[in-house]
């Protein structure tokens, strides 16, 4: 087996102030985007899905192209590719605990504050009085 | 290959893989950056999971034109510093550190537009934690949204403090001339900090502001 | 090292020698503090109810204990002294890639033991050294000092890994691929990944407790919303990588020293060197497992019980190859072999108990009971200290240009195999009889025990004494050592004793793999 392609072969920055310009465009249109779909008010989870969509798109942009990762590839992506998939897995099996627990495990919430019995708590003990 | 330029370090073999190194250990500082928002990142997508329509109301106390306004100047503030190493890079040493001192100038407004922000929120209520005070909104979980939103644009606002004293090291190096075509790698390293800066709130505005 | 310049010299050095030294004189420091402590609590527990001290006393001593022992001691020693010292001489680079930023990493990490001791001078914390909430975030001894310091530290660890890896990245020498890198640089490389990536959510973790404590902001307080157990998640996403971050790197020594000491090449080299990334890729899957009586669903409980188990497999990797390494090889009996061989001893059987931790249904019967602390001390004392104190004994020559005794050092090896054993096996014991770890006092009937475990430990200090006495010894009595005492084919001993101070007398070549030791035996296949 041959040695892993983890060493780049550094290339000299391509484009110019043009490039640059149409980036910033482009930046800003999408934060005109992301705000008017705001406005749209989207159903359920498509509000978010759409925000984090047009955001994603916007971080690639500036990390492709201000950071030069379009040029510099080689460790440096696997670099930030990697930092993103841990913070996708902390993300995702902390995410996975509360959306599969037991709901009166969670903190309460509207959801599960109705199942609470009315008057003081007789379990917990009253919060010191520091706080 | 420049082997001759006295900005190459005594173990490195030439100014390309100095370069190089450079550029990968700054990549590395920044997953580490990436890495320690991904913590409040995380608390925010939990509590935000479990109190998804205290997140909405609380999100709308929040003013979303600030918001864009600070989206705009922080993007136009990666453009003016990715200008500035691209001049650096043609030996345009004046050029650049006009644009790192309009950067530093667009990172003071958008501390201004937070300023009177927080002071908003902190004349309102709008609080973290215990200090909540906002009774039209007294539900479960508002009060942990202004926590997470003055956690998150709070360290938010240390990195953008930190980035102006780099950027204003930078620019006054520029301006000496310090940098040129052959070496500009601590204008390059200074920026890409910068953009990491911009990139963290690409991602803080949608999810603080507009939903 | 040669003695050149004052004390300012080493102060500002950006040599990547010195700064090894520099990181072996404070980690030793530090591992003489946080064993004081130890003893304090091994002290404390001679007898059922009060000894020697107050309760909370006790509490503060083994908060003590674990923060120094594992935020200033295991995690930056092997990295820190070893890897700063060899991993250069391994690849053929005159220095590590940034030296002004591995002599910051020194100075932060003095910077972070000072703040730590200043909350040990106004009282310590008393929450354990894993600060869960909400105990630690309402309880009115310093914390914050301590979590302080620990950010520090934290700080220290990743400007250490970050310069490694860009090191093995850019500054091979010409030849040098990947494919023929010591395992010790594998290791440690795998290492710096884990530093790199945990470690930051550890600092977003301890400044999160240090608002709450001040502040109270409810991140982690379910009156206010907050959920406790995502303190946890936060906490040992990184805590629980860091066990790697502690063996790893031992690991990478204890595959250096058999290979020399049994001059024998690494029977699957791939497989080690690849299995060195497999544990700090999988160790990042295993947190929850910390997790398991904490009110986690059990749903992660299932997903986290399983992916620890793949930890086993990869060590399992390791061992099998180890130990087929040996399988006809020409060993020689000396002091670093025989930590080595404790290593495996201990990390077989510290591993195999963590498997059987890893089970959701036992977890329950032994979660907090001194046989998790037993577990974690195998792997730990028994794994990292011993490869610790392997690398220690396999490089002091090369390091100081000074030989110690071999008959002292075999002594202290049996000192501290016997007290270690000792101390440790009648913990599994009575954590599986129910004692619980982290207190003051005990029943009657688990007193036996106690005691057969505190004279361990104190069995296992005079060995530390043994070898603190023989190895400074050693500096000035000891003899000159040659370039290459043990005839070891590694990479780093082909440079003169003590180093110059660009590592190498012209270019080094590498016409061989490391520790190739075919002509000398001639009949031996390569992997």
């Known amino acids: 087996m041959s040695a892993p392609p983890l060493d780049d072969h550094p290339v000299p920055h391509r484009g110019g102030v043009g490039r640059y310009l149409a980036v910033w465009a482009a930046l800003i249109a999408f934060t005109a985007v992301t705000v008017a779909a705001a406005r749209l008010q989207l159903p359920g989870g498509w509000a978010l899905a759409v925000a984090l969509a047009i955001a994603a798109v916007k971080s690639a942009l500036v990390a492709l192209f201000f950071m030069h990762l379009w040029d510099h590839g080689g460790a440096n992506r696997l670099v930030l590719a990697t930092s993103l998939f841990f913070v996708a897995l902390l993300m995702g099996l902390v995410l996975a605990d509360n959306a599969t627990r037991f709901p009166l495990a969670n903190p309460p919430t509207e959801a599960t504050l109705r199942f609470m019995p009315p008057g003081p708590d007789p379990v917990a003990p009253a919060p010191p009085a520091r706080r | 290959m420049s082997t001759s330029s006295e900005h190459v370090a005594h173990h490195f073999p030439d100014l390309e893989t100095q370069a190089h190194a450079a550029r990968l250990g700054m990549w590395l500082f920044l997953a580490t950056e990436i890495l320690l928002f991904a913590g409040l990142f995380t608390a925010y997508a939990l509590y935000r999971m479990l109190f998804p329509s205290a997140f909405a109301g609380a999100s709308g106390l929040i003013d979303t034109r600030m918001g864009a306004l600070n989206t705009v100047v922080l993007i136009t503030s990666s453009l003016t510093v990715a200008l500035a190493y691209h001049f650096s890079r043609q030996g345009r040493g004046r050029a650049a550190a006009a644009l790192l001192l309009a950067t530093i100038a667009l990172a003071g407004v958008f501390l201004v537009v937070k300023y009177v922000e927080y002071a908003h929120h902190i004349g309102a209520g709008h609080l973290p934690g215990r200090y909540y005070r906002y009774p039209a909104l007294d539900v479960p979980g508002a009060a942990m949204f202004f926590t997470l939103y003055f956690l998150m644009t709070g360290l938010h606002g240390i990195h953008v403090v930190a980035g102006m004293g780099v950027l204003a090291w930078l620019a006054a190096g520029a301006w000496r001339g310090s940098y040129g075509g052959e070496y500009s790698t601590p204008l390059e390293l200074g920026g890409m900090y910068w953009h990491l800066v911009d990139l963290v709130w690409i991602f803080l505005f949608p999810l603080l502001y507009l939903i | ?527």
């Open chain 3, 1 to 527: 090292m040669a003695p050149r310049g004052g004390a300012w010299s080493w102060l500002t050095t950006r040599d990547h020698k010195r700064i090894g030294i520099m990181y072996l004189v404070l980690t030793s420091a530090m591992l003489a503090l946080g064993g004081f402590y130890a003893m304090a609590i091994r002290m404390e527990l001679l007898t059922p109810g009060p000894t020697v001290m107050e309760a909370q006393t006790y509490n503060r001593m083994f908060t003590l204990h674990g923060v120094i022992m594992i935020l200033l001691f295991m995690i930056p020693a092997i990295p820190g002294i070893f890897t700063n010292f060899f991993l250069p001489l391994m690849i053929g680079a005159r220095d590590v890639a940034f030296p002004r930023l591995n002599l910051f990493s020194v100075y932060l990490y003095l910077a972070g033991a000072l703040i730590a001791v200043y909350g040990m001078i106004q009282g310590g914390a008393d929450t354990g050294w894993t600060f869960y909430t909400p105990y630690s975030t309402t309880t009115v001894t310093k914390v914050w000092p301590i979590l302080l310091g620990g950010f520090t530290l934290g700080m220290a660890s990743i400007v250490t890994g970050l310069n490694f890896i860009v090191t093995v990245h850019t500054l091979r020498a010409p030849g040098l691929t990947w494919m023929r890198l010591p395992l010790f640089v594998w290791s440690s490389y795998a290492t710096s990944v884990i530093q790199v990536l945990a470690t930051p959510v550890l600092g977003i973790t301890l400044l999160l407790v240090a608002v709450e404590n001040v502040f109270g902001f409810g991140v982690f307080d379910p009156a206010r919303g907050g959920d406790p157990v995502l303190f946890q998640h936060l906490f040992w996403f990184y805590s629980h990588p860091a066990v790697y971050i502690m063996v790893l790197p031992a690991m990478g020594v204890v595959s250096e020293v058999l290979q020399a000491f049994a001059r024998r090449n690494v029977f699957g080299y791939k497989a080690v060197a690849f299995s060195s990334l497999g544990i700090a890729f999988v160790g990042f899957f295993t947190w929850g497992h910390h997790l398991f009586t904490s009110g986690q669903s059990a749903v992660d409980a299932g997903i986290f019980g399983v992916l620890t188990m793949f930890v086993g497999v990869f060590t399992a990797i390791k061992v099998f190859n180890w130990t087929a390494t040996l399988y006809r090889g020409s060993i020689s009996f000396q002091t670093p072999f025989a930590y080595a061989i404790a290593f495996i001893f201990f990390v077989v059987f510290g591993g195999m108990t963590g498997v059987a931790l890893a089970t959701v249904a036992l977890d329950v019967h032994w979660q907090d009971t001194y046989f998790v602390v037993a577990h974690f001390h195998f792997i730990m004392v028994g794994g990292t200290l011993t490869g610790f104190l392997a690398a220690l004994h396999y490089w002091w020559p090369k390091m100081t240009g000074r030989m110690y005794s071999e008959k002292w050092g075999l002594v202290a090896a049996v000192f501290i195999f016997l007290g270690f054993n000792f101390t440790f096996v009648p913990q599994y014991l009575l954590g599986n009889a129910g004692m619980p770890r982290r207190y003051y006092s005990y029943p009657e009937r688990f007193w036996a025990l106690n005691v057969a475990s505190s004279a361990g430990a104190s069995v296992l200090a005079m060995g530390f004494v043994i070898v603190l006495a023989y190895l400074l010894l050693s500096l000035k009595y000891g003899p000159r050592a040659a370039a290459n005492p043990w005839g070891s084919r590694g990479y780093e001993w082909m440079t003169p004793t003590p180093p110059p101070p660009e590592n190498f007398l012209g270019q080094p070549t590498y016409p061989r793999p490391a520790h190739d030791y075919r002509e000398a035996h001639p009949g031996q296949e390569g992997h």
